[in-house]
């Protein structure tokens, strides 16, 4: 189970200089180098004990693997990837307790939206997340605008 989610939410695969792809597409497309990289991601987030992080190529039809590291990871995400690591017996109680830090534990007490089918009849536009909660407020697109919303106080 390790595997799998770190397969399908963390790793893409590397092309040369082509935009990266999901790793559906290898399996899909390369099933044997598929499964040798499952294999070899398992195995390395049994000898961490942690989810990994991995790097990856395929050239002529061997995998290289470039780097491995333990993911980052957001409050929820270390949270449930530390449940899990400790259900699959990869690391001890006391050890999944150590892997959530007062960070993501700060992060967890954000307002978050609950279900993202709620509002998204709502949404404009979709970007990388900088923040681990959610915000509400006005836009300003200038500098110059600011003052004339503040008066408003629309912000």
Known sequence: MVSTRCLSLWVFWIVCCRTPMP??????GMPAIYQELHD????????????QDTEFTVQDGRLFMLQTRNGKRTGLAALKIAIDLEAEGLVSTDKAVLMVEPRHLDQLLHPMFESEKA????????GLGASPGAAVGKIV??????PACTEQQAI
């Open 40 to 51: 070899t991601v398992k195995m390395l987030e049994h000898h961490m004990s942690d989810m």
């Open 141 to 146: 697109f200038t500098a110059g605008m600011h």
């Open 23 to 28: 790793i559906a597409v290898m399996k899909k």
């Open 119 to 126: 509002y998204q009849k709502d949404v404009l536009t979709q």
